[in-house]
Nanobody, 121 residues
Framework: QVQLVESGGGLVQAGGSLRLSCVAS????????MGWYRQAPGKQRDLVAT???????NYADSVKGRFTISRDNAKNTVYLQIDSLKPEDTAVYYC???????????????WGQGTQVTVSS
């Protein structure tokens, strides 16, 4: 059973930093794209950043220059470095991976359980 487990969320003052991590485990698989999304109360889940297997990154305009996504393929882990936090960054952050189990022909989307980031002003 594949699981994605996030960590690193918390309460931080505006201007502060956090580093989120998400590790995949359980079974034999190959990971393709990885990403982070966030969902604020009463709002839809939005893309924050993605990174391809080759390391090409993409960011939402609202986080460019403040957030950095990276990955460690050997550790099946994706990271999100969040700097210069703003109150509007408050949300539950979810990791996402396009992952193919050894017996599958194509990858499927997997999600973590979410980690809360709260930024106080």
């Amino acid at each position: 059973q594949v699981q994605l487990v996030e960590s690193g969320g918390g309460l931080v003052q505006a201007g502060g930093s956090l580093r989120l991590s998400c590790v995949a485990s359980g079974g034999s698989f190959r990971i393709y794209a990885m990403g982070w999304y966030r969902q604020a109360p009463g709002k839809q889940r939005d893309l924050v950043a993605t990174i391809t297997k080759e390391g090409t990154t993409n960011y939402a305009d609202s986080v460019k220059g403040r957030f950095t996504i990276s990955r460690d393929n050997a550790k099946n882990t994706v990271y999100l470095q969040i700097d210069s936090l703003k109150p509007e960054d408050t949300a539950v952050y979810y990791c996402n991976m396009a992952l193919r189990l050894w017996y599958q022909a194509a990858p499927s989307d997997y999600w973590g359980q979410g980690t809360q980031v709260t930024v106080s002003s």
